[in-house]
């Protein structure tokens, strides 16, 4: 009997799941982060220790860990090498690697058409039909990632240093972030080392604010994750699936735009797909 492997890969860790061909899954595993433009040693070793861990629970035991059929979700996937370098390093001999954003779509959407809209800390948006998925975005936060967490937290931020330079005015939640990071230069400290999730943690104070500089972010990122949409609804009108942890929040924002669909599953789910098509 062939067994599949569906990996879901991020940059803060990656799950792992052990199925038969009808999608039942008979184990689970965790790791740490699995980025494979970040770092595809650490990666490789995340990979394989939940791997591991699935078939373990699976089988009773890791050893027939090079016979599975493989497929693998993953952030930095898009990033020229990274992909080639991970396959070399990994003993599954059918394997299909795609990004972390391709195996939401498959996961989100099964084989209907429509669009999601992948929204947490970063963002990612990507269209199917006919089977053929076509994504935009998910360059990472210099780049781009509209809409996302952490790029509401880096704007947010750089108002607050805007209103200290008399650009705009001084919001009671612009003050108390400069407050709360020992003035202008507390928030430069952080910006230098400030990672995409350090930025994202202020999201949820940005989202749920009556402030005027918050409405002023949200009403910007709003516009941008729906030019991003519209983008993709290019021909005949798609349902659109928010997925993410601010997914929700910008499907209420959005809501009448365009018909709103629930994902019919998760990026592991997706994952498990890439395997049966790799076996």
Same mark, same amino acid.
């Given at each position: 009997m062939t067994l599949f492997l569906g990996i879901d890969g991020g940059g803060t860790g990656c799950r792992a799941a052990v199925a038969v061909g009808s999608g039942h899954i008979l184990g689970l595993g965790r790791a740490?982060? !699995?980025?494979? +433009?970040? #770092?595809?040693?650490? =990666?490789?070793?995340?990979? *394989? @220790? $939940?791997a591991r861990?699935?078939?373990?629970?699976?089988?009773?035991?890791?050893?027939?860990?090079?016979?599975?059929?493989?497929?693998?979700?993953?952030?930095?996937?898009?990033?020229?090498?990274?992909a080639e370098a991970l396959r070399g390093a990994l003993p599954f001999p059918r394997l299909r690697i795609e990004t972390d954003?391709?195996?939401?779509?498959?996961?989100?959407?099964g084989r209907r058409d429509g669009i999601v809209a992948a929204i947490g800390t970063g963002s990612v948006f990507a269209s199917q039909r006919a089977g053929v998925i076509r994504q935009i975005g998910g360059w990472g936060l210099v780049l781009g990632d509209e809409g996302s967490?952490?790029?509401?937290?880096?704007?947010?931020?750089?108002? !607050?240093?805007? +209103?200290? #330079?008399?650009?705009? =005015?001084?919001?009671?939640? *612009? @003050? $108390?972030?400069?407050?709360?990071?020992?003035?202008?230069e507390g928030v430069i400290a952080l910006s230098l080392a400030a990672r995409p999730a350090?930025?994202?943690?202020?999201a949820p104070r940005i989202m749920g604010s009556d402030d005027p500089a918050a409405r002023a972010l949200v009403a910007e990122?709003?516009?941008?994750?729906?030019?991003?949409?519209?983008?993709?609804?290019?021909?005949?009108?798609?349902?659109?699936?928010f997925i993410g942890g601010l997914g929700p929040?910008?499907?209420?924002?959005?809501?009448?735009?365009?018909?709103i669909a629930p994902a019919q599953g998760t990026a592991l789910d997706g994952a498990l797909m890439l395997a049966r098509e790799a076996a």
């Amino acid at each position: 009997m062939t067994l599949f492997l569906g990996i879901d890969g991020g940059g803060t860790g990656c799950r792992a799941a052990v199925a038969v061909g009808s999608g039942h899954i008979l184990g689970l595993g965790r790791a740490g982060p !699995a980025n494979i +433009a970040s #770092d595809v040693g650490v =990666a490789r070793d995340n990979i *394989l @220790r $939940a791997a591991r861990e699935a078939l373990t629970i699976a089988t009773g035991s890791d050893a027939a860990l090079a016979d599975l059929a493989a497929g693998l979700a993953l952030a930095g996937a898009n990033a020229a090498g990274a992909a080639e370098a991970l396959r070399g390093a990994l003993p599954f001999p059918r394997l299909r690697i795609e990004t972390d954003a391709f195996g939401a779509v498959k996961g989100a959407l099964g084989r209907r058409d429509g669009i999601v809209a992948a929204i947490g800390t970063g963002s990612v948006f990507a269209s199917q039909r006919a089977g053929v998925i076509r994504q935009i975005g998910g360059w990472g936060l210099v780049l781009g990632d509209e809409g996302s967490g952490a790029r509401l937290g880096r704007s947010l931020m750089a108002a !607050a240093l805007g +209103a200290v #330079d008399g650009f705009r =005015a001084m919001t009671p939640l *612009l @003050r $108390a972030v400069l407050d709360e990071h020992g003035g202008s230069e507390g928030v430069i400290a952080l910006s230098l080392a400030a990672r995409p999730a350090d930025f994202a943690v202020l999201a949820p104070r940005i989202m749920g604010s009556d402030d005027p500089a918050a409405r002023a972010l949200v009403a910007e990122a709003m516009e941008d994750v729906a030019a991003s949409i519209a983008v993709l609804q290019d021909g005949a009108p798609l349902p659109v699936t928010f997925i993410g942890g601010l997914g929700p929040a910008y499907a209420a924002l959005l809501a009448g735009r365009w018909a709103i669909a629930p994902a019919q599953g998760t990026a592991l789910d997706g994952a498990l797909m890439l395997a049966r098509e790799a076996a």
